[in-house]
């Protein structure tokens, strides 16, 4: 059962995640758009590794992130008692 706080936690990770995916996928694209108006050669593919390298970063951490906040995450379960009442 989720509480309303692990909810709030999950839609605020979930809201970055998104966020810095979409800004990597514009450095992404203004590496490309760049890449067509410069001068080609091993300094666009050194250019690629410093624009693709954080992107696998980032891939890493948010779901090291993910794992970790998901294994904290406390699961209780309540058990009637034979009298009826919960303990």
């Known amino acids: 059962m989720s509480t309303p706080i692990s909810d709030a936690l999950f839609a605020l990770f979930a809201l970055a995640a998104l966020a810095m995916a979409i800004a990597q996928l514009m450095i992404l694209r203004s590496t490309r ?26 891939i890493v951490v948010l779901a ?18 034979a009298s009826g009442s919960i303990s």
Do not use: C, D, K
Request: aromatic share 12%; hydrophobic share 40%; charged share 20%.
């Open 33 to 58: 758009r760049g890449m067509q108006h410069g001068p080609r050669g091993a300094s666009s593919a050194l250019e690629w590794t410093y624009a693709i390298l954080p992107a696998l970063a980032l």
């Open 64 to 81: 090291w992130t993910w794992r970790t906040m998901r294994e904290n995450v406390r699961h209780f379960e309540v058990r009637p008692s």
